[in-house]
């Protein structure tokens, strides 16, 4: 899991998803929108505005995005220091240009917003906090110094003093607000897709662990019968070489068999050949294939059986696929991870569903946590002792989120809990009391029922490449 959370995409990468473009195309309306402004300030409502000096504010966002056009390539992407650059310069042009029309009595003072949620959604804490500190020292310095907005029979059009400090407040509190409100959905929306990569990559390892097994299986099934044969004849060859002249059929024999090992290995090709064997299996089956790379970590993994009331004694067959494999082995390798000395897998199955529960002798989950398991990058357990059983763990929540995603999407409902208080006096080793994982399936969404389990499988076919 180290391994794939070393490959995801770190913050500082993040600011580079931004193009040049993308940021000069909202100048341009912007620019659009101002002079907009202008043309219909001056016409509509008849005020009298320092063209000039308006223009020649307007005409620094025109020349800005001429000089980006004609420097950088269409697909420039920006880093972080140059997307704060860019955004307190819109926030410099668009102070200017409030301070020609009328400061905090221009209702479109508001759009400073924008460069602070621009912010917010792109750059790390520290630049976006830098830009809402210029955005709300611009916004004050315009609240006391500005040009009053006139008409041309010299009326002031301005608003009461305490409006305008309401205003103000009213946009301090959108700087802190929008900002931290379009951070913290960002930050969860880039966590959840470098969660669902990792997800992702998982199944795709596990997938292709799982065509490496069959293509094992289906070569030793395939080859088994002419590799024995061969074996045997030549073994009698060897014994009846010096006393019978009729070696001859058996030598024939074996080229026979050669060829027909060549003819096998022709047909299974690179991918070799999905062994239907290896689709189904009993519950058990699937559970101890889950659990065997935690098996010999110096704790003791018990495994159990229990059928419902009037469910069949016999284990239920279930599709073995690497979603439920992959969910079930981080589970259970957490599970190895923070127990004391045992950990407990139950195996219970009624005739409407499966259950699997995990169970260790651990301190558990937290309980401020609890209601978060299964969230990407959410720390557990990060107790002292446990920090002590497994050195260097960074306790992100990574896997847990890999196998509830996992198993969900076979089908499968999840629940966390603890089985004591993780809080009180850690239980005797060997006693059940810490953290427990309950998984059920509906028997249809992971069974493929006796008839299925039961039919003929026929000749294994190729997998597709």
């Not at 972080?80 to 310069?89: A, D, G, K, N, V």
């Not at 704790?299 to 009331?309: E, L, M, N």
Request: charge should be negative; hydrophobic fraction near 45%; charged fraction near 20%.
């Amino acid at each position: 899991m180290t391994n794939i959370h070393h490959g995801l995409l770190n913050e500082n990468e993040r600011t580079h998803w931004v193009r040049l473009r993308t940021l000069v195309m909202l100048r341009w309306i912007a620019v659009g929108g101002q002079l907009s402004a202008i043309v219909v300030a001056q016409h509509l409502f008849r005020l009298d505005l320092d063209i000039g000096l308006s223009l020649m504010a307007v005409g620094m966002s025109v020349i800005a995005n001429l000089i980006a056009g004609f420097v950088y390539p269409e697909n420039k992407r920006l880093s972080e220091r140059e997307i704060t650059l860019m955004l307190i310069f819109d926030m410099l042009q668009l102070t200017a240009l409030l301070y020609l029309t009328g400061g905090l009595h221009n209702p479109f003072a508001l759009l400073i917003l924008a460069p602070v949620t621009i912010a917010a959604t792109v750059l790390r804490p520290g630049p976006t906090i830098l830009i809402g500190a210029v955005a709300i020292g611009l916004i004050t310095f315009v609240m006391w110094f500005y040009r009053p907005l006139r008409t041309e029979t010299g009326f002031v059009m301005q608003m009461p003093q305490d409006f305008v400090f309401g205003f103000w407040v009213a946009i301090v509190i959108g700087v802190f607000f929008l900002g931290a409100y379009a951070h913290r959905i960002t930050s969860e929306i880039n966590s959840m897709s470098e969660a669902l990569l990792a997800t992702q990559m998982a199944l795709a390892r596990e997938q292709k662990i799982s065509d490496l097994a069959g293509v094992v299986a289906a070569t030793a099934h395939e080859l088994g019968t002419p590799l024995a044969t061969i074996k045997l004849t030549s073994s009698e060859l060897a014994k009846e070489l010096a006393d019978r002249p009729d070696l001859q059929e058996d030598a024939a024999l074996i080229r026979d068999q050669a060829d027909r090992c060549r003819d096998i290995l022709q047909s299974m090709g690179r991918a070799g050949k999905d062994d239907l064997h290896m689709r189904t299996a009993p519950l058990i089956t699937v559970v101890r294939e889950a659990a065997e790379p935690h098996l010999d970590r110096g704790k003791d993994v018990i495994f159990t059986s229990v059928p419902g009331d009037g469910a069949p004694e016999r284990q239920p067959i279930i599709w073995r696929r690497p979603e439920i494999v992959h969910g079930l082995r981080n589970l259970i390798q957490n599970a190895v991870d923070f127990a004391a000395t045992t950990v407990w897998v139950d195996l219970h199955w009624t005739k409407s569903q499966v259950i699997v529960r995990i169970i260790d002798d651990g301190r558990g989950y937290p309980l401020q946590l609890i209601g978060r398991i299964g969230e990407p990058f959410v720390r557990l357990r990060s107790h002292e002792d446990d920090q002590k059983k497994r050195p260097g763990y960074q306790g992100m929540g990574l896997g847990l989120f890999i196998a509830k995603t996992l198993l969900e999407r076979s089908g499968a409902e999840i629940n966390f809990s603890n089985g004591r208080d993780p809080y009180s006096d850690p239980a005797e080793p060997g006693l059940r009391g810490g953290a427990v994982v309950e998984i059920i399936w509906p028997v249809q969404a992971i069974s493929p029922g006796e008839f299925e389990a039961a039919r003929p499988l026929g000749d294994n076919p190729p997998i597709p490449t």
